[in-house]
């Protein structure tokens, strides 16, 4: 079955940085757009991300353009979110899943646990 695992959260200062991993299982990976999703105390989940299979086409959320950068290691089954110049804002869980939005039929009803982000000085 699908398995998402995230790591690399963690307690970051403003301005700092943080790499993110999300390790894939039980499915073909390198076919799979894939995407990074955040959700901050008391709101709802977003998208922040995806990446496309193949050519590795990117888009992301306007709030994060030019900070984060998505990519993705067929090889190694993992996707990363490298997250620049943080913000407070940015605190949040972030979590990965399969597909390009939320709506998408290759979206993984198996959610990982996520990887907790702090921004705070």
């Known amino acids: 079955q699908v398995q998402l695992v995230e790591s690399g959260g963690g307690l970051g200062q403003p301005g700092g940085s943080l790499r993110l991993s999300c390790l894939a299982s039980?499915?073909?990976?390198?076919?799979?757009?894939m995407s990074w999703y955040r959700q901050a105390p008391g709101k709802e989940r977003e998208l922040v991300a995806w990446?496309?299979?193949?050519?590795?086409?990117?888009e992301y959320i306007d709030s994060v353009v030019g900070r984060f950068t998505i990519t993705r290691d067929d090889a190694k089954n993992t996707l990363y979110l490298q997250m620049n110049k943080l913000k407070p804002e940015d605190t949040a869980l972030y979590y990965c899943?399969?597909?390009?939005?939320?709506?998408?039929?290759?979206?993984?009803?198996?959610w990982g646990q996520g990887t907790p982000v702090i921004v705070s000085s």
């Open positions: 899943n399969r597909g390009a939005h939320p709506s998408a039929s290759s979206v993984s009803s198996s």
């Open positions: 039980g499915f073909p990976f390198s076919t799979y757009f």
């Open positions: 990446i496309s299979n193949g050519r590795e086409t990117t």
